[in-house]
Structures are given as structure tokens and as C-alpha cells.
């Protein structure tokens, strides 16, 4: 259902941006859609459209996408690049959150606001700004907000924490480990990400957004494994 009405938002969307009689606007399933989509679905859950689109196209067979602009690039340009790591790092907190909701913790709620944060993410990524107009600015510009409400989060867990004497490694049960492993997500999506900001393409506030979540990844994981009372394994120096 959610295809359907990501589909129909594209060819909404096309006709709000004009772009809709150009070549190789196909803007496919991009993050942004899919966002958009919830936005244009209607109160019974049905879509503007009766059609059911497939939800292949097989434009991207020939190792070519696009973007939220419109343009086609290799797969293996940098955006793609820092789109998948998006994807795989709300992946993996979507994993990790669904090991804290079997344990009952409530701040899993946060988890599911990041994924969504990520969502705007991907679609600030998506839209250089080299080939962006207004209308596409507009839908996915990236403010610095959901990054004082992070640091408000780590602070707060933080607060709670013994200090740290050592180096801890990811461990602490399997919430707390697939935080950590969220979090080493988290840090390649913004060694992704840190190229297009410095070349333009891409909201400086996207990069600060990655790089204050590893953190609030990492005092979660800690936090997570205190609640639990699960032991944090700590760094100990190989013997010879
Ligand atoms: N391998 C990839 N990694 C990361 N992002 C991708 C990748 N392929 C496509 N994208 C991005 O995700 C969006 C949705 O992907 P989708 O699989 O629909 O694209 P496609 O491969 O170009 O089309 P199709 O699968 O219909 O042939 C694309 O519009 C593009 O922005």
C-alpha cells in the first residue's frame, strides 16, 4: 500500500514540480517518496490513484539512478553511496529498536523520531543543491534542530552514566550491542556524507546530524546496557 502511494506521490509531486514531461525524472523509490507518501495517502489509508504500479521499473538495471533533482548518475556515485549508508544505519536501529521493545524500554520512541530524521536525511542527500531548484529545496532542506534535541538526549543519558576509565567495547546484551553497531553505521554514513557538504551538495546541519547521533548512539548503548544490568566488556591488553 505504501508503494502504491509512493507512487502516486511521484506523479503528484511531478506535477508540483513541473518536472513531469522531462527525461529521466524518474525519481524511483527514493527516501524522500516514501516520506512523501505518508504525507499523500488519505484518511482510509488509499492513495489518490486507483493503479497499483509495480514497484521495479528496471531503470536502474543498466547501473544508472536518480536523484530527487532529476538527474541520472552512476550507482556508484557519492550520493548513492551516502544514500545507502542511510539506509543501512536506520536499518540497523531499526534492529536495535526492536530488541529494546522486547525488553520494554520506553525510550525506543526516540529511536523511531531518528529513523525518521534519517528519512529527511536521505532526502537532503538526495537533492544537490548544484542541480536543485526552489520547489526542491523547499521539501528538503535540513535544520539544525534535531540536533540540539540529540545533544538535549546525550546530556541527559550522559548525566546518568558512570564515567568512563577505559575503553569500553561494544557488548552489554543485545540492545546495547546493536546500538554500538548503529553507531559504527552511523559513522560510515557520515564519512559519506562529509564530501557532498564540502563540496555544496549537501546541508552542513546533515553532517552535524550523523556525527551527534554516533554519540547518542554510543550513551545509549551504554545507558541501555546499565538499565539491563548487563556487564559493558571493557578494552584489557592482549598478553604477549
Ligand atoms: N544501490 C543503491 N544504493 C543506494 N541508493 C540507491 C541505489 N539504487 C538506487 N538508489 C536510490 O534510491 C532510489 C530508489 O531506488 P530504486 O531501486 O527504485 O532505483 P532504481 O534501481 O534506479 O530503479 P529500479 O529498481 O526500478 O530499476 C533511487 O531513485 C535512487 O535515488
Known amino acids: ?10 506523479r503528484d509531486l511531478r506535477g508540483l514540480l513541473g518536472r513531469g514531461d522531462e527525461p529521466g525524472a524518474g525519481w524511483g523509490r527514493s527516501p524522500r517518496l516514501a516520506l512523501t507518501a505518508c ?12 493503479r497499483a504500479p509495480k514497484i521495479y521499473t528496471r531503470t536502474g538495471d543498466a547501473g544508472f539512478s536518480s536523484t530527487f533533482t532529476g538527474e541520472r548518475r552512476p550507482k556508484a556515485d557519492r550520493i548513492f553511496e551516502a544514500l545507502g549508508a542511510t539506509d543501512e544505519l536506520s536499518s540497523a536501529i531499526g534492529l536495535a529498536g526492536e530488541f529494546m521493545s522486547e525488553k520494554g524500554h520506553i525510550f525506543v520512541e526516540q529511536l523511531h523520531k531518528v529513523q525518521c530524521m534519517l528519512q529527511d536525511v536521505g532526502s537532503n542527500i ?18 539544525e534542530k534535531p540536533v540540539l534535541e540529540l545533544e538535549q538526549w546525550i546530556d541527559s543519558y550522559s548525566e546518568q552514566l558512570p564515567p568512563l576509565r577505559t575503553f569500553i567495547l561494544p557488548s552489554g546484551g543485545k540492545s546495547s550491542a546493536a546500538l554500538h553497531f548503529s553507531r559504527a553505521v552511523c559513522r560510515r554514513a557520515e ?3 562529509v564530501p557532498l557538504v564540502q563540496a555544496g551538495e549537501a546541508d552542513p546541519n546533515v553532517a552535524k546530524y550523523l556525527n551527534r547521533l554516533s554519540d547518542y548512539l554510543f550513551v545509549l548503548a551504554r545507558y541501555t546496557a546499565m538499565k ?13
Open 1 to 10: 500500500m505504501l508503494r502504491r502511494a509512493a507512487a502516486a506521490a511521484v
Open 228 to 240: 539491563e544490568g548487563k556487564e559493558e566488556k571493557i578494552y584489557v591488553k592482549p598478553g604477549p
Open 126 to 143: 538526495a537533492t544537490p543543491l548544484s542541480s536543485a531548484r526552489e520547489a526542491h529545496l523547499k521539501r528538503t532542506s535540513f535544520s
Open 39 to 50: 504525507a499523500f495517502r488519505s484518511p482510509d489509508g488509499g492513495s489518490h490513484s486507483d
Open 191 to 193: 564519512r559519506c556524507v
